[in-house]
Structures are given as structure tokens and as C-alpha cells.
């Protein structure tokens, strides 16, 4: 049955309509308005709370969105990517990236196949792996215990790790330096190598297809380097390998028994919970690796089973689709006031966007109302001293997800207090805003002269009205970080479903490495092609020459 077009539904245009008496909304009066606004806009879940109260809307509002994601079929939906129903329409696949975090012993089997039992097979076996790496048992082939594992994939098997290992500072092994190599620039690799000693480098070369050209590239180069220091009979101490794909790994020259696998429901960037994550359950060890699996089944657990109204995720979702539909908001800030947390905006970038950054249906239809936001961030207390300038007084509205952790894994309790100060001061700022009439009070107080007031005072009023949520946990830990990763992960499924967009797929990826495949050709060889627009032909007849 085709899904109706969104503008369609009735929850929709009820939506529709109460938006446009909601245009004038100021959030300082609904807050005013209503002194238990925090107690009722906020929700907690799998160590996570989530303040969605300075946002431009009211119980109405989430009542009009919760019939919305109804009338969606969202529980229907989520349901069915839970039972590992093949969701994925566009390449026939379960979506079951939840299975790789439930417990030992979860019923699950899908086309009789025991998907539990699979999935803990592995890791069984990433445990054993980790344990012998970790404790020195494992040795390089001169006889010297592992120092350096250098990961060697992109996008999902290279920014979730990475991402979480970062995070995790506090938790990695002493002795284990970790890199990550995902660029086909040669300066990436290069800078890893010019660190590293054969003798005491593990490389792990992840990639779910096994095919991706840039990894396929790094993966050879640090094959070339380590044969020429090494040679052959050693490789099987050095080189293990992630994927889905056994026999691209044996033609790579990689025994098997060093290759971890997963399964092709698994989309790469729902994969850090799988074998992906070697490297990460390297730098933290096994048991940290399992809570973090465990934060994220937390929450699975609190999204299959809570009501729309109380559930983290849906509400998440629904306030920003709000935010996307109805105060046409093009992108949202991601700012983490965490430092550890630095590469989380470049991880929900491909979380967020290479999901729903789609215009057609899951039907194939074009969609009738605008999708996914750009996302993007930086650390949140780095972003305020260059660009929450435009956050604050920019033309456009871009709502913030600030997120945070009540209390830090250092002793400077200072810089703490500092850092909280910062947090909550900006989300009230954005709230609040200050009106002509206080900037002017206050320069009145500072003694200036009429003139020079009124000169000043445009450019020293903020708007406000500027939507944000905060995300505080406890502490950041292997089991909150879980939790928070999957927040996001139901985030984005739920406004997948709501545009009907197939959220795990990501054909728009494909044009661009089919034509570098072509170009790579005609860098290479002769004549200089004359076949793709002046542009191409110019910039590329520019490189030949400066070759
Ligand atoms: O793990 P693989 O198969 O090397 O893919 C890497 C990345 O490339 C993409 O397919 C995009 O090209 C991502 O979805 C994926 O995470």
C-alpha cells in the first residue's frame, strides 16, 4: 500500500494550522506562563535527560506531533526494525543494528537464521582477540607486544570508532596508541606510518563491503609498507580484517581466522556495535566495550517501550521536525560541552544526513516537504568564539542540541563549573534574547549619552526566540556514550519514517565515485579527454600538466 504524501495526512495539516497561530510564540511568556514548563518538557532514559523546554511550542504542539508520528506509522515501523523485517526497501535488507547491543540470549531469529547467537559468536571472539592484544600475550612477530593499532576504513568504519575511542580517553590502554586512517590523501597515511614500528603495529583494515576505494588504497599502501619491513610470514600477526565480505578479504591475502565478521543488516554507519568496533574494544577492553553495548540496549529498550509523549527519541525527533517543517530551520548545531565528545558532530553528520538527506520516497515519489537539516559543530565552548555570533544574531534560525556531562573525569572542578556555566548560560541566551528596551536600560546605566544609545543599541539586542535542547547525563561513560549514539539513531529513524524517506540506504553517494573512477583513468593515461564539460576538462588537463 503507497504510504499517502505527508502534506496529505490530517495530523499534518492540523499541524499546519496551529503553526500559524504559533508564529508569534515568545518563549520567555510560554515559560512565564507556565512555572512547571522545565518538569513537563524534559524526559529521562538510560542515564540521559533531555531538557526539550526552549522550544517554540506547547502541550498542543506535542499532542498535533505525537497524533503525527501515529498516523505515520512510526511504533509499526520501529516494531518491524526491531523484529529485523527487511525494512531497508531499496536493497532488500533487515535493518538490526539494535540486535548487535541486546543481551546474550535475546530471542531473535530472522529467515531461520539465530541472529543472537550470531552476533555474540563474534563476539566471543573480539573478546578473545582484545584480551590477548591487551594483555601482551598476542605478539608482534619479532616477539614485542602490540603498541599501536592503526584503523584503516571511512566513513562508518572510521567515524564511529574513532569517534568513541576519542570519547573514551579515559578508559584506553596505557600501552595502546590508536590511529585512524580514512583519507585517500596520502598525508593521512603518511602521517600514521612516519609513527609506527612494524614490529609492534597491529593495522585492522575495516570495511563492510571490502570494497570502498579509498580503503581498498590505504589498505594496500600499509600492505606494501609492512611486506617490505616485515614480509609475508609475518603479515598474520599485523593484519586483521572487518567485514562482511570473506572472499575479498582472502584475495587481500588475510587468513580468515583474523577476519571478524557482521552481516549485511548492518548499515555502516549503525556499525561501531558490531566488529566495526574491534578497535574500540582494543583501546577500552572488552568489559567497557559491553557496557557500552549496554547503554545503547538501555535505550533501545526505553524506544521500543515507552509511550510517544514520554519517549526521549520520539520526542527528539518531533521537536525537530517541528523546528525543520514549521520554523524552517536548514541546518541544527550539534555543540557538545565536552571535549572528549569533539568528533560527535562529524559522527551524527553521517548519521543524520547519509540517512534522510534524500528527496524521493520510500516509494520513489518526490517528497513534498523539506528533509533532513545540515548538521554540524564543533566543541560548544570553541563554537561560541567563532561562529554562535550568527547562532545569536544571524538571520537564519538554528536550533542547538547542547550536550553535556554534569560531571568531568578531571579534578580541575573549576574549569567544570566554567565549562556548565557556559553550557546553560548559552541555552538561556538563545532563549531570552534581550529586547532594544534593556540594552538600552543598560547603557543608560553605563552613563552614555542619548545619541550614542540609541547608536548602539540595534546591534547590542539579540533577538532570542531561538530554539535549543539539552542532552545531561551523569558522567560520560562507555554506557552513557551508548546511550546517547542510540538516541540519535532512533532520532533519525523517527524522522525517516515520518518523511518516508528509507533511511538506510545512500545512493547519493555512488555518482561521484563512479566518475573519480573515470577521471583516476584519465589522470593516468593519454590523451587528455575532451569528454567532460570545460570545467572538468580544464581543472583536470591542469593537474596532467603539474604532474
Ligand atoms: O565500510 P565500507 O563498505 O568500506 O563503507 C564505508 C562507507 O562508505 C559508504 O558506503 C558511503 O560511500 C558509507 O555508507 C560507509 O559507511
Given at each position: 500500500?503507497?504510504?499517502?504524501?505527508?502534506?496529505?495526512?490530517?495530523?499534518?495539516?492540523?499541524?499546519?494550522?496551529?503553526?500559524?497561530?504559533a508564529?508569534?510564540?515568545?518563549m520567555?511568556?510560554?515559560f512565564?506562563?507556565?512555572p512547571?514548563?522545565?518538569?513537563?518538557?524534559?524526559?529521562?532514559?538510560?542515564?540521559?535527560?533531555?531538557?526539550?523546554?526552549?522550544n517554540?511550542?506547547d502541550?498542543?504542539t506535542?499532542?498535533?506531533?505525537a497524533e503525527l508520528?501515529?498516523?505515520?506509522?512510526?511504533e509499526?515501523?520501529?516494531?518491524?526494525?526491531?523484529?529485523?523485517?527487511?525494512?531497508?526497501?531499496?536493497?532488500n535488507?533487515?535493518?538490526?543494528?539494535?540486535?548487535?547491543?541486546a543481551?546474550?540470549?535475546?530471542?531473535?531469529?530472522?529467515?531461520?537464521?539465530?541472529?543472537?547467537?550470531?552476533?555474540?559468536a563474534?563476539?566471543?571472539?573480539i573478546?578473545t582477540?582484545?584480551?590477548?592484544?591487551?594483555?601482551?600475550?598476542?605478539?608482534?612477530?619479532?616477539g614485542?607486544?602490540?603498541?599501536?593499532i592503526?584503523?584503516?576504513?571511512?566513513?562508518?568504519?572510521?567515524?564511529?570508532?574513532?569517534?568513541?575511542?576519542?570519547?573514551?580517553?579515559?578508559?584506553?590502554?596505557?600501552?595502546?596508541?590508536?590511529?585512524?586512517?580514512?583519507?585517500?590523501?596520502?598525508?593521512?597515511?603518511?602521517?600514521?606510518?612516519?609513527?609506527?614500528?612494524?614490529?609492534?603495529?597491529?593495522?585492522?583494515?575495516?570495511?563492510?563491503?571490502f570494497?570502498?576505494?579509498?580503503?581498498?588504497?590505504?589498505a594496500?599502501?600499509?600492505?606494501s609498507?609492512f611486506?617490505?619491513?616485515?614480509g609475508?610470514?609475518?603479515?598474520?600477526?599485523?593484519f586483521?580484517?572487518?567485514s562482511?565480505?570473506?572472499?575479498?578479504?582472502?584475495a587481500?591475502?588475510?587468513?580468515?581466522?583474523n577476519?571478524?565478521?557482521?552481516?549485511?543488516?548492518?548499515?555502516?554507519?549503525?556499525?561501531?556495535?558490531?566488529?566495526?568496533?574491534?578497535?574500540?574494544?582494543?583501546?577500552?577492553?572488552?568489559g567497557?566495550?559491553?557496557?557500552f553495548?549496554?547503554?545503547?540496549?538501555?535505550?533501545?529498550?526505553?524506544?521500543?517501550?515507552?509511550?510517544?509523549?514520554?519517549?526521549?527519541?520520539?520526542?527528539?525527533?518531533?521537536?525537530?521536525?517541528?523546528?525543520?517543517?514549521?520554523l524552517?530551520?536548514?541546518?541544527v548545531?550539534?555543540?557538545?560541552?565536552?571535549?572528549d565528545?569533539?568528533?560527535?558532530?562529524?559522527?551524527?553528520?553521517?548519521l543524520?544526513?547519509?540517512?534522510?538527506?534524500?528527496?524521493?520516497?520510500?516509494?520513489?515519489?518526490?517528497?513534498?516537504?523539506?528533509t533532513?537539516p545540515?548538521?554540524?559543530?564543533?566543541?560548544?565552548?570553541?563554537g561560541q568564539?567563532?561562529?554562535?555570533?550568527?547562532?545569536?544574531?544571524?538571520t537564519?534560525?538554528t536550533?542547538i542540541?547542547?550536550i553535556?556531562?554534569?560531571?568531568p573525569a578531571?579534578?580541575?572542578?573549576?574549569?567544570?563549573?566554567?565549562?556548565?556555566?557556559?553550557?546553560?548560560a548559552?541555552?538561556?541566551?538563545?532563549?531570552?534574547?534581550?529586547?532594544?528596551?534593556?540594552?538600552?536600560?543598560?547603557?543608560?546605566?553605563?552613563?552614555?549619552p542619548?545619541?550614542?544609545?540609541?547608536?548602539?543599541?540595534?546591534?547590542k539586542t539579540?533577538?532570542?526566540?531561538?530554539?535549543?535542547?539539552?542532552?545531561?547525563?551523569?558522567?560520560?561513560?562507555?554506557?552513557?556514550?551508548?546511550?546517547?549514539?542510540?538516541?540519535?539513531?532512533?532520532?533519525?529513524?523517527v524522522?525517516g519514517?515520518?518523511w518516508?524517506?528509507?533511511?538506510f540506504?545512500?545512493?547519493?553517494?555512488?555518482?561521484?565515485?563512479?566518475?573519480?573512477?573515470?577521471?583516476?583513468?584519465?589522470?593516468?593515461?593519454?590523451?587528455?579527454?575532451?569528454?567532460?564539460?570545460?570545467?572538468?576538462?580544464?581543472l583536470?588537463a591542469?593537474?596532467?600538466?603539474?604532474?
Open positions: 500500500m503507497r504510504t499517502p504524501s505527508l502534506t496529505s495526512t490530517a495530523s499534518f495539516q492540523a499541524l499546519e494550522n496551529h503553526a500559524a497561530q508564529e508569534d510564540w515568545e520567555r511568556s510560554l512565564a506562563a507556565d512547571q514548563r522545565f518538569e513537563k518538557l524534559s524526559v529521562e532514559a538510560a542515564g540521559l535527560f533531555l531538557d526539550y523546554s526552549k517554540r511550542l502541550g498542543r506535542l499532542e498535533l506531533l508520528a501515529r498516523e505515520r506509522g512510526v509499526a515501523r520501529r516494531d518491524a526494525m526491531f523484529a529485523g523485517e527487511r525494512i531497508n526497501n531499496t536493497e535488507r533487515a535493518v538490526l543494528h539494535t540486535a548487535l547491543r543481551p546474550r540470549g535475546a530471542k531473535l531469529v530472522v529467515d531461520g537464521q539465530d541472529v543472537n547467537a550470531d552476533v555474540h563474534v563476539l566471543d571472539r573478546r582477540f582484545t584480551d590477548a592484544v591487551r594483555s601482551g600475550e598476542w605478539l608482534g612477530h619479532t614485542k607486544p602490540i603498541t599501536d592503526v584503523n584503516i576504513g571511512i566513513g562508518g568504519s572510521d567515524l564511529g570508532p574513532k569517534m568513541v575511542v576519542l570519547a573514551l580517553r579515559h578508559y584506553t590502554h596505557p600501552r595502546l596508541k590508536m590511529h585512524f586512517v580514512s583519507n585517500v590523501d596520502g598525508h593521512d597515511m603518511d602521517a600514521a606510518l612516519s609513527q609506527v614500528d612494524p614490529e609492534t603495529t597491529l593495522f585492522i583494515v575495516a570495511s563492510k563491503t570494497t570502498t576505494a579509498e580503503t581498498m588504497m590505504n594496500q599502501t600499509a600492505r609498507w611486506l617490505e619491513r616485515a609475508e610470514e609475518a603479515l598474520a600477526k599485523h586483521v580484517a572487518v562482511t565480505n570473506t572472499e575479498a578479504i582472502k587481500f591475502g588475510i587468513d580468515p581466522a577476519m571478524f565478521p557482521f552481516w549485511d543488516w548492518v548499515g555502516g554507519r549503525y556499525s561501531v556495535w558490531s566488529a566495526i568496533g574491534l578497535s574500540v574494544a582494543l583501546a577500552v577492553g572488552f567497557y566495550f559491553s557496557d553495548l549496554a547503554g545503547a540496549h538501555a535505550l533501545d529498550e526505553h524506544f521500543r517501550t515507552a509511550p510517544i509523549e514520554q519517549n526521549m527519541p520520539m520526542l527528539l525527533a518531533l521537536v525537530g521536525f517541528w523546528n525543520r517543517e514549521f524552517d530551520a536548514h541546518s548545531t550539534i555543540a557538545p560541552y565536552h571535549q565528545l569533539n568528533r560527535f558532530p562529524a559522527y551524527l553528520q553521517q543524520d544526513m547519509e540517512s534522510n538527506g534524500k528527496c524521493v520516497t520510500r516509494e520513489g515519489e518526490p517528497v513534498d516537504t523539506p533532513c545540515a548538521i554540524w559543530g564543533e566543541p560548544g565552548t570553541n568564539h567563532a561562529y554562535f555570533q550568527l547562532l545569536h544574531q544571524g537564519d534560525l536550533p542540541d547542547f553535556a556531562a554534569l560531571r578531571h579534578e580541575m572542578e573549576h574549569h567544570h563549573t566554567a565549562l556548565l556555566a557556559n553550557c546553560f548559552q541555552s538561556e541566551a538563545f532563549m531570552k534574547g534581550k529586547t532594544i528596551d534593556e540594552v538600552r536600560a543598560d547603557l543608560q546605566a553605563q552613563g552614555l542619548a545619541d550614542e544609545i540609541e547608536r548602539l543599541a540595534p546591534h539579540f533577538p532570542g526566540n531561538r530554539p535549543s535542547n539539552t542532552i545531561l547525563m551523569e558522567r560520560l561513560t562507555p554506557s552513557t556514550l551508548g546511550a546517547l549514539i542510540a538516541l540519535y539513531e532512533h532520532k533519525t529513524f524522522q519514517v515520518i518516508n524517506v528509507n533511511s540506504d545512500q545512493w547519493g553517494v555512488e555518482l561521484g565515485k563512479v566518475l573519480a573512477k573515470k577521471i583516476e583513468a584519465e589522470l593516468l593515461g593519454e590523451p587528455q579527454p575532451a569528454n567532460h564539460d570545460s570545467s572538468t576538462n580544464g583536470i591542469r593537474a596532467k600538466a603539474a604532474f
